[in-house]
């Protein structure tokens, strides 16, 4: 079971947000503009300038109930920095759920304990409420009254969300590996 992630509470491995779209080719520097890149290492601070170049009200919008961010190809291209997963998080992004993920943000959201989804969001509109079930692999959209089926994570990456991420999951752990939880 995947349990209690970092930045949401969950009810049986079960988040609830309203869906915030947008489009492909999202790349790292419009989840957080490279601009703030060395200005702070509080992500807390950073978060407030999630996506605000796509979406300058993202995080007045996301913030105070959560939501996921909802988007077609190729999310998280472009740089390597762990800042874009981290922002998400500390904005209250509850999951990204996306038609495809750049490989190394896809890790870095597994690692940074933010939930990543694998889906056709064609299905998902601005707006919609959404309740994705990790541990079953379901997005049901409650607005549409429509069910979508995904790919569950493999369970090494269902443990490092369960645990907050990987760093959070070698601490648990002391220092070591653990997957027999």
Avoid: W
């Avoid at 890149?37 to 950073?46: T, W």
């Amino acid at each position: 079971m995947i349990g209690v992630v970092s930045n949401m509470s969950t009810s049986n491995g079960v988040l609830k947000a309203k869906a915030f779209k947008y489009g492909d080719d999202i790349n790292t520097d419009y989840i957080i503009s490279g601009k703030y890149k060395f200005k702070s290492n509080d992500m807390q601070e950073m978060a407030v300038h999630a996506m605000e170049e796509l979406d300058p009200d993202y995080y007045d919008k996301v913030s105070p109930n959560g939501g996921f961010l909802i988007a077609g190809t190729n999310f998280g291209c472009g740089s390597s920095r762990e800042q874009a997963p981290l922002v998400l998080i500390n904005s209250n992004t509850k999951a990204v759920i996306a038609k495809s993920f750049a490989r190394i943000f896809f890790r870095n959201a597994i690692n940074t304990g933010l939930p990543v989804v694998t889906l056709d969001t064609d299905q998902i509109a601005q707006g919609d409420e959404l309740e994705l079930d990790l541990e079953a692999g379901v997005v049901r959209n409650l607005t549409q009254d429509t069910v979508m089926e995904f790919a569950p994570l493999p369970p090494v990456m269902a443990q490092l969300l369960s645990d907050g991420g990987l760093v959070a999951h070698m601490r648990k752990n002391n220092g070591k590996f653990n997957l027999e939880d």
